[in-house]
Nanobody, 126 residues
Framework: EVQLVESGGGSVQAGGSLRLSCAASGATYSTYSMGWFRQTPGKEREGVAAIYAGGRSTFYADSVKGRFTISKDNAKNTLYLQMNSLKPEDAAMFYC???????????????????WGQGTQVTVSS
């Protein structure tokens, strides 16, 4: 079983940057596809970025392309999300997720992810 712990959330002004981290333990991390999702009250969980197990294939929601970068350090069992040029609409609870597959058919859909972290809050003020 995989355990995921997110960190790095916080409050930032619009235009600022944050880097989220997700530490994984309990499984062969290098064989897992990973994703970042976000959710605000009353809305469905939204896929933000995803990466296949090998770390070479990445996927982004249109709303974050060019601003967010996902990366995966298999040696450190850690997933990252670098978020630049943050906007107030980016504010949400961000979740890290893991899928026990080297690739998933629809990487930004939460359906294929087996394990989830507890979330880290991101607040962006205008």
């Amino acid at each position: 079983e995989v355990q995921l712990v997110e960190s790095g959330g916080g409050s930032v002004q619009a235009g600022g940057s944050l880097r989220l981290s997700c530490a994984a333990s309990g499984a062969t991390y290098s064989t897992y596809s990973m994703g970042w999702f976000r959710q605000t009250p009353g809305k469905e969980r939204e896929g933000v970025a995803a990466i296949y197990a090998g770390g070479r294939s990445t996927f982004y929601a249109d709303s974050v392309k060019g601003r967010f970068t996902i990366s995966k350090d298999n040696a450190k069992n850690t997933l990252y999300l670098q978020m630049n040029s943050l906007k107030p609409e980016d504010a949400a609870m961000f979740y890290c997720a893991a899928a026990a597959r080297v690739a998933v058919p629809f990487p930004l859909r939460p359906t294929y992810y087996n394990y989830w972290g507890q979330g880290t809050q991101v607040t962006v003020s205008s």
